[in-house]
């Protein structure tokens, strides 16, 4: 309770957030094999690379929002950012992407391979940087990025890419590529933006489970629902972050449908990994350990949009939970959660989570 105490406005929480940044930053703008294994190695080498982008990515949300929220903080987010899109933007960081397609992704921009989930969150976190004011250093890479990704989905059987050869399409992963493409369009005249809209069309009319009314999580390769895609509480929670960032009105929508099915009421409320199921213990590379249905990332996610929507009363519950779960660790003027000694990705997911507020009220 006395952790929690002035959650629920951003000027008593000013203190907390930027202390939790400055824990970020430190231990994120070093070096490609740093923040690489910073990650679990148990994971694989695979996983640890898909974390780590995920960890630079989500705490250049979190600095961009933040820049909002504080705007006396913007110049110094701005060299945090800086250092980040460097450090993702190198052979060690994409070492994940280019085991699984054989190729590297920067040197065949010209081709259709789809190398989806590099280029998308390095050319968002262009765009952010863009966004807060930054220089041209980095305008004709996010061009030849957008250009490369807008060009492969629109060629694309049905308008969406794999995340690697082989496997399903992944909803959130390509919701990266939409994010990335509206940002880059609201800079550049619209350019993409029928792109965006193409793709929020379909996915209202064909890509919704009949049950719920959620997204689906998986896709087949043509673009078309599999007849076992299931609707999760991780991939849910991540689709209303992603789509508040894009469509406020669907994500309100998915938001309100996600709580309808997935919210736990329970003495650790939070988001449920299953609408149908609520396993004792079950662990999952997406959500993380599931206890008693309970989803860790599912819970973090759903942060996101609780914010957009300036939906308090279910923000605080999440930020209760992940204090009881995670104990917030202060040292030397930082915050932390002690599960950040593990797990970094959640802190920077947290961070940008709880931080999503909408720009247009600022």
Sequence with gaps: MWMCRNH?????????????????TLKLTTSPDTVINLQPSAIGAQFQGEEALYSCSMLAAALTNLSHIYPDTKQENLVYLDKLIQIVNTPQLRKYDTMRWGEDAMETLDSSNSHVTYISHLAWMMCNYKTLGGDSR???????????MNRRITESEGFNLLSYPGENIYIPDMLVAIVALNEYSKLNNGIYSSTVSTWISKARQQWCDGNTGLLVSYLCESGKQLDYASVRGSFSTLNCYYLSLIDENFAREQYNLTKQHFWNKGMLAGFNEFHDRKPKLEFDIDSGPIIFGLSPSGTAFGAGAATFFDDTAVRNKI???????GTTITWNNKKHYALANVVIVGEAIMLAMRTNTNPNRH
């Design 8 to 24: 629920g406005n951003f000027d008593k929480e000013r203190g907390e957030l930027l202390q939790r940044r400055d824990y970020l």
């Design 319 to 325: 930020l209760r939970t992940a204090e009881v779960a």
């Design 138 to 148: 980095y305008d004709n890479l996010c061009a030849r990025l957008c250009e490369a």
